[in-house]
């Protein structure tokens, strides 16, 4: 996903500041896809000057709140129809996971402790976030259901994140870490 679009489709519920956008990033998206205030506000500035988006008030302090055009509109439907899906995940734990044979055993168990924790956690939030969501708690909107399905993949991808931690807790790491420096 790019930001591009993820603006996009925020700003189709309706106007919404920069501040506004950044903070919604980060309730819905959080960990699963981070939005920084400077690229936010940087984008924003080239949705305006492409027309995809314009100006909706100018607020106390120069804070102005955006609104989707016609022409933005049909930009997320075009990429939500047609644009490649990009599949990369980077997940850092992972990456990590694959030199694991560097570490000290006693290390290796307490980061796979950090990591089950976090992403145990993690889907924990998420699922209560569901669970309200559920409950009917933020209505039934087009746009709650939609969100609901994602909540549920964050779930699903932080508990099998969580799994995977403790099942390599269980794979057997060397008995010490491998003295790298003797082969060379």
Same mark, same amino acid.
């Given at each position: 996903?790019?930001?591009?679009?993820?603006?996009?489709?925020? *700003?189709?519920?309706?106007?919404?500041?920069?501040?506004?956008?950044?903070?919604?990033?980060?309730?819905?998206?959080?960990?699963?896809?981070?939005?920084?205030?400077?690229?936010?506000?940087?984008?924003?500035?080239?949705?305006?000057?492409?027309?995809?988006?314009?100006?909706?008030?100018?607020?106390?302090?120069?804070?102005?709140?955006?609104?989707?055009?016609?022409?933005?509109?049909?930009?997320?439907?075009? @990429?939500?129809?047609?644009?490649?899906?990009?599949?990369?995940?980077?997940?850092?734990?992972?990456?990590?996971?694959?030199?694991? @044979?560097?570490?000290?055993?006693?290390?290796?168990?307490?980061?796979?402790?950090?990591?089950?924790?976090?992403?145990?956690?993690?889907?924990?939030?998420?699922?209560?976030?569901?669970?309200?969501?559920?409950?009917?708690?933020?209505?039934?909107?087009?746009?709650?259901?939609?969100?609901?399905?994602?909540?549920?993949?964050?779930?699903? *991808?932080?508990?099998?994140?969580?799994?995977?931690?403790? @099942?390599?807790?269980?794979?057997?790491?060397?008995?010490?870490?491998?003295?790298?420096?003797?082969?060379?």
């Amino acid at each position: 996903m790019s930001l591009r679009h993820g603006l996009l489709g925020l *700003l189709a519920e309706g106007p919404a500041s920069g501040y506004d956008l950044a903070r919604r990033f980060q309730e819905v998206l959080g960990q699963i896809w981070p939005a920084q205030h400077p690229k936010i506000y940087a984008e924003l500035r080239r949705l305006t000057d492409q027309g995809l988006i314009e100006v909706d008030t100018e607020g106390p302090r120069r804070r102005k709140a955006y609104r989707i055009t016609d022409a933005g509109l049909d930009e997320i439907r075009d @990429w939500l129809n047609t644009g490649e899906i990009d599949h990369t995940m980077r997940v850092q734990s992972l990456l990590r996971s694959l030199f694991f @044979w560097l570490m000290d055993p006693d290390d290796l168990r307490r980061r796979l402790d950090e990591e089950a924790r976090f992403f145990a956690e993690s889907a924990a939030r998420y699922r209560a976030y569901a669970n309200a969501k559920d409950r009917g708690e933020f209505g039934d909107s087009p746009q709650v259901r939609s969100m609901r399905v994602t909540i549920e993949a964050g779930v699903r *991808l932080y508990q099998a994140l969580a799994d995977w931690a403790e @099942w390599a807790k269980t794979v057997s790491p060397p008995s010490t870490p491998r003295d790298i420096s003797a082969d060379q």
